[in-house]
């Protein structure tokens, strides 16, 4: 029976794949520009800000979860330090007190998700509006661009190193770390668990209160990495950054393979998935596909992601 749910994880993970490579030989076909070094380059560093969120969202929807307030952790904890770079704080020192308030608000979540026994979607959902709220209270819905145009700054989201764009590059590190922690650990076989039977994981002695505190807090790390890449290539800290991006994640994740009902997915998968969102864009932006409709394409794919999932779940019910 593992040998079989190994081969179906591979084949899902093939089929995802194969939808990427016949995705951009269409655009291609279309439109040759698109298959070209600086503009596969461009496309990579499009999709590093959904990216840093779809790989918290994946812990998140395989516990069976949702996080809808990622878009506004983005928002607050980056307003937060573009406050504090403002006010004169190290960089290095605002940074990393940006990611600890991004991990702090999904720990909050967390929190109430667990231990209130709440449920996901009403928590995040309530936490969003507030987030978003203490975002605008902050900012007096302005933009923050005190002292955000310093190289090192512009260099996190700018930078290029060896030919590559350093958001990229952060991307390749966040997602080599948390693959080796989701697929590699025993936090990881945790989250699995917990996502395929909440009551068998606890009777199997998995701490499910806590695992869940911690895979909020790692969807809210990522989200303020999120905006720190985000507000460093705009130069400053806009109230309404992140705006929606709740909806690309979950879509990407879903894409990937990762079931809704949670227990089912790979961090791979996500990436394929974060991958065909970034060409389908890109490709539409080529190609010269209004901007409106660009819009509707976006919706059609997030139903048509979620539409596979149940058809997925439904069929292996069956089994």
């Known amino acids: 029976m593992k040998s079989l749910g190994n081969?179906?994880?591979?084949?899902?993970?093939?089929?995802?794949?194969?939808?990427?490579?016949?995705?951009?030989?269409?655009?291609?076909?279309?439109?040759?520009?698109?298959?070209?070094?600086?503009?596969?380059?461009?496309?990579?560093?499009?999709?590093?800000?959904?990216?840093?969120?779809?790989?918290?969202?994946?812990?998140?929807?395989?516990?069976?979860?949702?996080?809808?307030?990622?878009?506004?952790?983005?928002?607050?904890?980056?307003?937060?330090?573009?406050?504090?770079?403002?006010?004169?704080?190290?960089?290095?020192?605002?940074?990393?007190?940006?990611?600890?308030?991004?991990?702090?608000?999904?720990?909050?979540?967390?929190?109430?998700?667990?231990?209130?026994?709440?449920?996901?979607?009403?928590?995040?959902?309530?936490?969003?509006?507030?987030?978003?709220?203490?975002?605008?209270?902050?900012?007096?819905?302005?933009?923050?661009?005190?002292?955000?145009?310093?190289?090192?700054?512009?260099?996190?989201?700018?930078?290029?190193?060896?030919?590559?764009?350093?958001?990229?590059?952060?991307?390749?590190?966040?997602?080599?770390?948390?693959?080796?922690?989701?697929?590699?650990?025993?936090?990881?076989?945790?989250?699995?668990?917990?996502?395929?039977n909440e009551k068998a994981a606890y009777i199997a002695g998995v701490q499910s209160n806590r695992v869940k505190v911690a895979i909020y807090t790692i969807s809210g790390a990522m989200s303020a990495l999120s905006g720190l890449v985000i507000t460093s290539r705009l130069s400053s800290a806009t109230p309404q950054a992140g705006s929606g991006y709740e909806m690309f994640a979950i879509a990407a994740v879903v894409l990937g393979g990762t079931s809704l009902m949670g227990g089912k997915g790979r961090l791979t998968g996500t990436m394929i998935g974060v991958l065909i969102i970034g060409v389908l864009n890109n490709g539409l932006n080529i190609i010269g596909v209004s901007a409106f409709w660009q819009q509707v394409v976006e919706g059609v794919v997030i139903l048509v992601a979620v539409l596979i999932d149940v058809l997925r779940n439904r069929k292996s019910l069956r089994m």
């Open 7 to 196: 081969l179906s994880k591979r084949f899902s993970s093939l089929t995802t794949l194969a939808a990427l490579v016949i995705l951009m030989v269409i655009i291609t076909f279309i439109n040759p520009n698109f298959f070209t070094a600086n503009n596969l380059l461009n496309l990579l560093l499009q999709v590093t800000a959904n990216g840093f969120i779809a790989f918290g969202m994946t812990f998140v929807i395989l516990t069976g979860g949702i996080d809808l307030s990622v878009g506004a952790i983005l928002a607050l904890s980056s307003a937060l330090a573009a406050g504090m770079i403002g006010a004169g704080m190290p960089l290095p020192l605002a940074v990393f007190l940006c990611l600890v308030i991004g991990a702090f608000l999904g720990a909050v979540n967390g929190f109430f998700i667990a231990y209130g026994k709440m449920a996901p979607f009403i928590v995040t959902l309530a936490t969003q509006m507030a987030y978003r709220g203490l975002t605008l209270v902050f900012t007096n819905g302005n933009p923050l661009t005190n002292k955000m145009d310093g190289f090192f700054l512009a260099f996190i989201g700018q930078g290029y190193l060896f030919g590559i764009p350093f958001p990229v590059i952060i991307m390749i590190i966040a997602f080599a770390l948390l693959f080796v922690l989701l697929h590699k650990t025993s936090f990881g076989k945790s989250v699995y668990a917990l996502g395929g």
